[in-house]
């Protein structure tokens, strides 16, 4: 191979014509050059050699195809700045569960229509591509709770909080789904009584986030063995865990939505990119006030915008942005949690992963997620917290963070009805060993407050202003085009993982916002 350095301005075209060789095989063997026509002074460009050209030989060479543009990271971004410079149709804070459901289902919806324009901002940076444990080096439960407990990685906003000391929060494209247990019930329908709506107006959307998360339960020989125990030892309903599968190769995470919506259509994704004020005129969303990494403010233009920032980030953002609600900030929820274990007889130590659920019945206001394998059963059992006003979330204005935005504190107690579940939940526990034949469970101390990440309803749903944050559809009470479609958003979460009825209602949102649209 001859070499060549290329003089100032030469570009490839120039440089075929002065050695007389082929641009096509020249572009070939050169493919890190841009275009044809790109200026290369002092590069040193690759030549045929003199014998491969010769005007008897019968073999072309075919330029490679090349991209026209550059990508820098897995997932197009852009800047702030640019963002700037137009008016987006829909604007989307947050890149949890809510967040990007709702960013693919418009975006799947809005394929059917030319010409609206969906911005995304993330506070956070790009963590990981994936679940945590879906890379290779973290896919020990255990080695990826280390992971994932690293202040570099996620942030303990509950040192700060004396009564929801366990609280936690993950600033990053993907937010908590990119560690979360995969758990995905449905919420029963019996605890819809205090909705805006029933079950069957969110049970299509059920079925839809169950399809694109592949909800499906894992059998085995030792969960048949064990189901049939529970069934006959008084829990009737016991089946499967329903868990978030994914695409088959890598567990669920938002990133699989975010990615399913480049497919499907366009919008523009900003990262440590910071929402710190809604604007708003005249009871009607006019945008946003954003920070960039260097805080640098930028005004970003919308003509609706759904905050999606979790059950912490969303209030502290409206309350410091001026928006009206008694609701906003209160009814804050979660669920008691007992975690222990539990072991087998040693004749089961070869019968595959332990994977069930017993249910919340109205009966029962407590769910069972049993886990583990071999000869040892792990009890997570969540219990049913009741949804108060008293409980709630407001801003420090005595602290402020390095962007300026007071810090949020937090007034919570479980009620003596939330205490009177978990004594009922300590009892079944000792009936659900028995009946699976299991040694006396460990231990049957509770979490503090915090630590189940179960957390929801500080902007829930509701008919009535004085008691809910947003309308039915997720709207702000009172300021059109402003929505939320996080865990907030939920009136209450029974004793069930919320996520998937988190995602079956940003789904529903987003198919209000696009009629609103068209």
């Known amino acids: ?89 829909v604007l989307i804070i947050g890149t949890g569960a809510g967040g990007s459901a709702l960013l693919w289902r418009l975006c799947e919806q809005l394929g059917k229509i030319s010409g609206k324009r969906i911005g995304v901002i993330e506070r956070g940076r790009l963590l990981l591509p994936t679940h945590a444990v879906n890379v290779r080096t973290l896919w020990d439960w255990n080695r990826m709770l280390e992971y994932f407990l690293s202040p570099t990685v996620s942030t303990p906003i509950g040192i700060r909080m004396p009564e929801y000391p366990g609280a936690r929060v993950v600033y990053a494209l993907g937010g908590r789904t990119l560690f979360w247990g995969f758990t995905s019930p449905r919420l029963p329908p019996f605890e819809f009584a205090n909705w805006p709506f029933d079950y069957k107006e969110l049970e299509p959307y059920y079925n839809l986030a169950e399809q694109m998360m592949n909800v499906a339960g894992i059998d085995t020989p030792i969960n048949q063995l064990l189901l049939r125990r529970l069934w006959a030892g008084g829990f009737p309903e016991s089946r499967l ?101 539990s072991s087998l007889p040693p004749q089961h130590s070869a019968e595959g992963g332990i994977s069930l659920i017993i249910p919340q019945t109205e009966g029962r206001p407590y769910q ?97 202003s004085a008691t809910s944050a947003t309308n039915r559809y997720g709207q702000i009470h009172g300021i059109s085009g402003l929505y939320v479609a996080d865990n907030s958003v939920l009136p209450s979460t029974g004793a069930v993982n919320p996520t998937l009825t988190t995602v079956a209602n940003a789904f529903r949102t987003a198919d209000y916002i696009y009629r609103t649209l068209v």
């Open 368 to 464: 069972f997620k049993l886990g583990a394998g071999g000869t040892s059963v792990a009890f997570d059992v969540s219990g049913r917290v009741q949804s108060r006003y008293e409980n709630f979330l407001y801003l420090n204005h005595n602290q402020k963070d390095a962007d300026g935005v007071p810090e949020i504190q937090v007034n919570f107690a479980y009620s003596e009805a939330d205490f009177a579940v978990v004594r009922q939940m300590k009892r079944a526990l000792l009936q659900a060993a028995e009946a699976m034949k299991a040694s006396v469970p460990d231990s049957d101390c509770i979490w503090p407050p915090g630590y189940d990440f179960h957390e929801a309803g500080t902007c829930r749903m509701g008919d009535d």
């Open 241 to 341: 865990l329903p868990n978030a599968m994914g695409d088959g190769d890598n567990l669920f995470s938002a990133i699989n939505f975010i990615g399913d919506a480049l497919r499907l259509g366009s919008f523009e994704l900003a990262v440590q990119a910071r929402a710190i004020r809604i604007l708003h005129e005249e009871g009607k969303v006019a945008g946003v006030l954003a920070i960039s990494r260097d805080r640098q403010s930028y005004t970003l233009k919308a003509k609706k915008v759904v905050v999606a920032a979790s059950t912490f980030e969303t209030p502290r953002l409206l309350l410091s942005s001026d928006i009206p609600g008694r609701a906003i900030g209160h009814y804050l929820t979660n669920h008691t949690y007992l975690s222990t274990h």
């Open 1 to 89: 191979m001859r070499r060549y350095v290329a003089g100032t301005g030469e570009t490839l075209r120039m440089i075929a014509g002065l050695c007389k060789v082929s641009l096509t095989e020249l572009v070939s063997i050169n493919p890190l050059v841009e275009s044809p026509d790109t200026k290369l002074g002092g590069i040193i460009v690759n030549l045929p050699p003199k014998t491969s050209m010769s005007g008897s030989s019968d073999i072309t060479f075919c330029p490679p195809v090349l991209p026209q543009g550059r990508q820098e990271q897995w997932v197009p971004l852009t800047p702030l700045s640019q963002m700037e410079q137009v008016e987006y149709d």
